[in-house]
């Protein structure tokens, strides 16, 4: 069945760093990918998505390209904020019924 | 507009009885998911429903566990003879039908002591 794989966190970083997250999938078919984000105390919220190979997703300075050769979709910012700590979770859907697929999720703590 | 409403926000319950979680999704929107969200097993997909077609029930865990949507619209899943390791986050979204983005509710937060 479809999956998702997510670095582990949490990823500690000090506020301006570079922020990569890894997330590689395996599914049939050509599935959508998306990331989604949990702050602190809130419900999970879509933060990008990217519907064919090669498309890049982008938000709040956020970007994400599908990549269908290495089934990956690395989330990554340039310049991370206090702001940006919270769960983020690469998820996938598929074709059908179009149910999402979760990663473990990965927190991230940003430092001043 | 108004977003996906989920009630109760905190459901606590006693080994063995039975609970009800309500989700009201967004207007129009003709698909409705039911998501659990757990330490152990992370984000799993419990059922679908779609307009009027017959649910997709793949994610339920066990038979304790059921769900309808009336009219439409609001859902209701049911969970019978609660077990502790149904405690969880239970989280309800919704889509459109031209629409990849699902919106997702706060969740239910069920503790079974």
């Known amino acids: 069945g479809d999956s998702v794989t997510q670095m582990e966190g949490p990823v500690t970083l000090s506020e301006e760093a570079f922020l990569t997250i890894n997330c590689t999938y395996t599914?049939?078919?050509?599935?959508?990918l998306f990331w989604y984000v949990q702050y602190p105390g809130e419900g999970l919220q879509l933060l990008l998505k990217?519907?064919?190979?090669?498309d890049k997703g982008s938000n709040k300075g956020f970007e994400a390209t599908y990549r269908k050769e290495t089934t990956s979709f690395h989330l990554e910012k340039g310049s991370v904020q206090v702001s940006d700590s919270a769960v983020y979770f690469c998820?996938?859907?598929?074709?059908?019924?179009?149910?999402?697929?979760f990663g473990s999720g990965t927190r991230l703590q940003v430092q001043p | 507009g108004a977003g996906v409403s989920q009630s109760p926000s905190n459901k606590v319950t006693e080994k063995g009885k039975d609970v009800e979680l309500r989700c009201d999704p967004i207007?129009?929107?003709?698909?409705l998911y039911w998501y659990r969200q757990s330490l152990g097993q992370g984000l799993e997909f419990l059922i679908y429903?779609?307009?009027?077609?017959?649910?997709?029930k793949s994610g339920l865990p066990s038979d304790r566990f059921s769900a309808e949507r009336t009219g439409g619209s609001v859902s209701t899943l049911t969970i019978q003879r609660t077990q502790q390791e149904d405690s969880a986050v239970y989280l309800c979204?919704?889509?459109?039908?031209?629409?990849?983005?699902?919106?997702f509710g706060p969740g239910t937060r069920l503790t079974v002591l």
């Open positions: 979204a919704s889509r459109s039908g031209t629409d990849l983005t699902q919106y």
């Open positions: 599914a049939t078919g050509y599935p959508s």
């Open positions: 990217a519907t064919k190979a090669d």
């Open positions: 998820a996938l859907s598929d074709t059908g019924r179009r149910a999402l697929t």
């Open positions: 207007s129009g929107h003709t698909a």
């Open positions: 429903f779609q307009g009027n077609s017959a649910p997709d």
